[in-house]
Nanobody, 123 residues
Framework: QLQLVESGGGLVQSGGSLRLSCAAPTYILYVYDIGWFRQAPGKEREGVSCINRSGKTTNYADSVKGRFTISRDSGKDTVYLQMNSLKPEDTAVYYC????????????????WGQGTQVTVSS
């Protein structure tokens, strides 16, 4: 069972920044594509960003383009989501997930999930 562990969530004011981390078992980043998702209360889980296993391809939801940046540190087996210019509508539980072969914005296509980390942006 592949275990992913998110961290870095918290409470921040509108316009502020947070960096989320997704720690994965060794070598996973060379085999799996890693996506970030979020789910706000009463809403469906939505794709935020994804980085492929080569680290050369990244995707972003339109709602976060220009504000969020996904990256990875293979030496630390960690994928990051740098979130800048945060807005109250970014408030959600953020999850990282892993899948094979290609990045996707659809949660159902992912095989492994972390437990989530809460991000709250106050106005």
């Amino acid at each position: 069972q592949l275990q992913l562990v998110e961290s870095g969530g918290g409470l921040v004011q509108s316009g502020g920044s947070l960096r989320l981390s997704c720690a994965a078992p060794t070598y996973i980043l060379y085999v799996y594509d890693i996506g970030w998702f979020r789910q706000a209360p009463g809403k469906e889980r939505e794709g935020v960003s994804c980085i492929n296993r080569s680290g050369k391809t990244t995707n972003y939801a339109d709602s976060v383009k220009g504000r969020f940046t996904i990256s990875r540190d293979s030496g630390k087996d960690t994928v990051y989501l740098q979130m800048n210019s945060l807005k109250p509508e970014d408030t959600a539980v953020y999850y990282c997930a892993a899948k094979r072969y290609y990045c996707s914005a659809f949660p159902v296509e992912y095989d492994y999930w972390g437990q989530g980390t809460q991000v709250t942006v106050s106005s």
